[in-house]
């Protein structure tokens, strides 16, 4: 039940999750030592940030002599595949296409990248409709405006 329950990270605790991620396994020093230049922290904060990841179950700790390392518990892809479809959950599903639109104008892409792209764009112009369903609560957007 537990593990089944959403974690919401903030940007700061993303910065350590990344770390973590990336070495597997390190100290609130290896953290601090990756993350010092970039975010200007004090070890204290890089401490803190642990301890609320800790406690929301995305890291786990484990004690060694008078040190402890930490390890994620939950996965990079995951949260990369939760906080893009965040996006999607926060705006009027009609204004979806807008907001993918901007963020491929962001990315840097590769070929590979654009090849999956297309593919999937293909396989999505197959399922298009003439006017996307809008299920959002009255008063939340003005799609309502055009059919009520
Ligand atoms: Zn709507």
Redesign the pocket.
Known sequence: MQAMEKITISDAEWEVMRVVWTLKQATSKEINAVLQDKMAWKPATTKTLIGRLVKKGALTTEAMGNRFIYSAAISEEVEIKEATSDILAHI????AGEAIAHLLEEAALSHDDMAMLEELLKKKKSEAVDVVA???VPG?????HFHG
């Open positions: 009027c599903n009609r204004k809008c299920d959002c939340q957007c003005t799609c309502q």
